[in-house]
């Protein structure tokens, strides 16, 4: 059910910086420190309602009713892996559905990180693949999403609340810690950098000290190439940067990715040229191996000399099959030869772990599908 205009005109809470929840406490007379217990609430012990903030008083409470808003998501589905990954379905207060996975590697080796670095210690990491929009609008032909189009963009608020929500359904399971969470990678449904402000308003909620607390060594972002927005993004964050590139030639990339047609590969190197660098942060590229369309070694040469020279490392992506796109995996034998092609010419490549096969939740698979239930939660 779409929001009333009433409700629209409303500010929602849990986007809203401490300095705005500060201005807004001080507008309700309240003194500055019920701005940190909001923040606290909503950020770090992720509330899904004013009720559940037992230490503020009711009366403020109940102004925070009447003149804010707090749309929580709902996990409406959740789908297991054999793999201990679990896809989430949940439901936007409009009715909308959108899609976050959850990948564990409590070993702490081979992890789901696309940026993990190598000279760091294995540890247990728990990743969040979090969504920015409903839908998406790049169209690229060898991702599920693509075929919902755009609905619209998620907020920041909703952005954050994926983790909050995830948070709280994997400490019911037992897992330990406030934060069982320690990974984030916005490769979910949508283009992130096509909402370039409210994922830049949720990295800052994220990444405060006084709310969830994430490392920016632990929070990745991919973009298909929004060529205009990843320098600016660069300046804005010290988040690390993926970059979906999956093509060695214009021809190629635009016929599976639409945004080569405004922004081709010379574009998209001149700005991983140009993209801050600090902190000896690399940019990953991302490349999806399609059977018989960019897996051959010619292609795997054409990529060494794109990349030669700038600091950078790629991730090679087996391709998920998805029915009706006919697209295929390369299989084993060829995505290993198309690494080492790349490190015979000195690029750094690794093959990423495909997770979540058997539920589709692995990457290019999102598209929501089926009824949703009325338990509210799938076990």
Not at 119 to 129: D, G, I, K, Q
Request: hydrophobic share 40%; net charge neutral; aromatic share 6%.
């Amino acid at each position: 059910m779409p929001l009333l205009e009433d409700d629209a005109a409303r500010p929602d809470l849990r986007s809203l910086s401490l300095s705005e929840l500060s201005a807004l406490a001080s507008r309700l007379g309240e003194p500055p420190y019920r701005a940190r217990q909001l923040f606290d609430w909503l950020h770090r012990k992720g509330a899904a309602s004013l009720d559940a903030m037992t230490n503020l008083p009711r009366a403020f409470r109940e102004r925070l009713a009447a003149e804010t808003r707090l749309p929580t998501l709902a996990i409406d589905a959740v789908q297991q892996s054999a793999d201990g990954t679990r896809k989430y379905r949940l439901r936007t207060s409009d009715g909308m559905f959108i899609e976050s996975v959850y990948m564990p590697d409590e070993a702490g080796a081979q992890a789901f990180d696309p940026e993990s670095d190598e000279e760091e210690p294995a540890r247990v990491r728990r990743t969040l693949c979090v969504s920015t929009q409903v839908g998406c609008a790049m169209g690229c032909g060898f991702c599920m999403t693509a075929t919902m189009g755009l609905l619209r963009n998620l907020t920041a608020g909703e952005i954050c609340d994926q983790v909050y929500r995830v948070n709280e359904d994997l400490r019911r399971l037992g897992i330990p810690g406030e934060r069982p969470l320690t990974n984030l990678v916005y490769m979910g449904m949508g283009e992130p950098l096509h909402n370039y402000d409210a994922v830049l308003r949720s990295l800052s909620l994220l990444l405060s000290e006084e709310g969830a607390n994430f490392s920016q060594r632990h929070i990745t972002v991919s973009t298909s190439g929004l060529v205009p927005n990843i320098v600016r993004f660069g300046e804005d964050t010290q988040v690390k940067l993926a970059v979906s590139l999956n093509a060695t030639t214009d021809e190629q990339r635009a016929k599976l990715m639409p945004v080569d047609r405004k922004w081709n590969i010379a574009a998209l190197i001149d700005a991983i040229r140009s993209f801050p660098s600090r902190q000896g942060r690399r940019v990953t590229f991302e490349y999806v191996l399609l059977r018989g369309v960019n897996d051959s070694d010619e292609d795997a040469a054409r990529l060494s000399a794109l990349l030669q020279g700038l600091p950078v490392k790629v991730n090679l992506i087996p391709y998920n099959e998805n029915p009706g796109l006919g697209f295929g995996d390369p299989g084993a034998e060829r995505v290993a030869a198309f690494r080492k092609a790349l490190e015979r010419r000195g690029i750094t490549a690794m093959v990423r772990k495909n997770r979540g096969r058997d539920i589709a939740a692995a990457c290019g698979q999102l598209a929501v599908q089926g009824e949703p239930t009325d338990q509210g939660r799938a076990r």
